[in-house]
């Protein structure tokens, strides 16, 4: 048996959480969070949005949904302030759309997860070789594959969230190039590490 919500009930957290914040826009472009009763920026919704928060911009005269105007013109202001990206980008964005994006998320996972799994097999192989040498035990050779594993796995998920963010919050591809880089230090690092086992 469901419940049902009476009239004048509260509305649980739960309800509360799935309905997006409603941000009233006036003749005047002036925005307005009905939620904490004040005037907001581009700015702040961008950082609500980062946030997680869901909102949805009304035009205050007729009601119209202008949430995904609001979003690109936010866009445009990001862009304006850093040119995080390409001319090339940009055009493509304009002749692709979200494609695009989609696209270059897609490719930068799989690079990374390409190298992820060649830095978990030199690890095995040289774990093996040292192994073969004698100048490992078993013991401290299993200890060293379970300690690369583990680094792999935490990396990995790690990989998984960042990426899954950038998709999310998909403000630009700067973001992902930004992502991307501090990735690819990370596998560095991670091959270091691999190195000095030697």
Do not use: C, W
Not at 42 to 68: C, F, H, P, W, Y
Not at 130 to 147: C, H, I, N, P
Not at 163 to 185: I, K, N, P, Y
């Amino acid at each position: 048996m469901t419940e049902e919500q009476t009239p004048g009930a509260e509305p649980s957290a739960s309800d509360a959480s799935r309905e997006p914040k409603i941000i009233k826009r006036y003749t005047n472009r002036k925005l307005y969070d009905t939620v904490e009763s004040r005037y907001v920026t581009l700015d702040e919704i961008a950082q609500m949005v980062k946030a997680g928060t869901e909102v949805k911009v009304l035009d205050n005269r007729t009601k119209e949904d202008l949430t995904s105007v609001t979003l690109a013109q936010i866009i445009f202001e990001e862009e304006k302030k850093t040119s995080k990206m390409s001319l090339r980008t940009l055009k493509d964005l304009i002749r692709h759309g979200g494609e695009r994006a989609a696209q270059i998320v897609e490719d930068t996972q799989a690079e990374l997860r390409g190298r992820v799994e060649a830095v978990r097999q030199a690890a095995e192989q040289r774990v093996q070789t040292l192994l073969k040498s004698g100048q490992q035990t078993t013991d401290r050779a299993k200890e060293m594959v379970a300690a690369s594993q583990e680094a792999v796995t935490q990396f990995q998920r790690r990989v998984d969230d960042r990426v899954r963010t950038a998709v999310e919050g998909m403000g630009s591809v700067g973001d992902v190039r930004r992502e991307l880089t501090a990735l690819s230090d990370r596998i560095a690092e991670l091959e270091k590490k691999l190195d000095q086992l030697k």
